[in-house]
Nanobody, 119 residues
């Protein structure tokens, strides 16, 4: 079984920065893509950024140029550096991972971390 644990959320003023981290653990044979989604109250969970095994990344238009996703394969971690934060970035941020474990391929979600941007 694969588990993900996010950290780094909190309260920040508009224009500030936060760095989210996500650590994977469990019976992992290979990690494929890793990513971040977010969900604001009353909204669906939307893609923020995703990064492939080769480091190729993709971003939601709303965060391009402000957010950067990165990964450390050896540590089984993925990060999201968030700069120039806006009030509309306020949401619960979820880490996700597509991996191969002893029971096959699966997508796993973390429990989420709250990011609140005050204007």
């Amino acid at each position: 079984q694969v588990q993900l644990m996010e950290s780094g959320g909190g309260l920040v003023q508009a224009g500030g920065s936060l760095r989210l981290s996500c650590a994977a653990s469990g019976s992992i044979l290979a990690i494929n893509s890793m990513g971040w989604y977010r969900q604001a109250p009353g909204n669906e969970r939307d893609l923020v950024a995703v990064i492939g095994v080769d480091g190729e990344d993709r971003y939601a238009d709303s965060v391009k140029g402000r957010f950067t996703i990165s990964r450390d394969n050896r540590k089984k971690m993925v990060y999201l550096q968030m700069n120039s934060l806006k009030s509309e970035d306020t949401a619960v941020y979820y880490c996700t991972m597509w991996a191969t474990g002893v029971y096959g391929d699966s997508q796993t979600w973390g429990q989420g971390t709250q990011v609140t941007v005050s204007s």
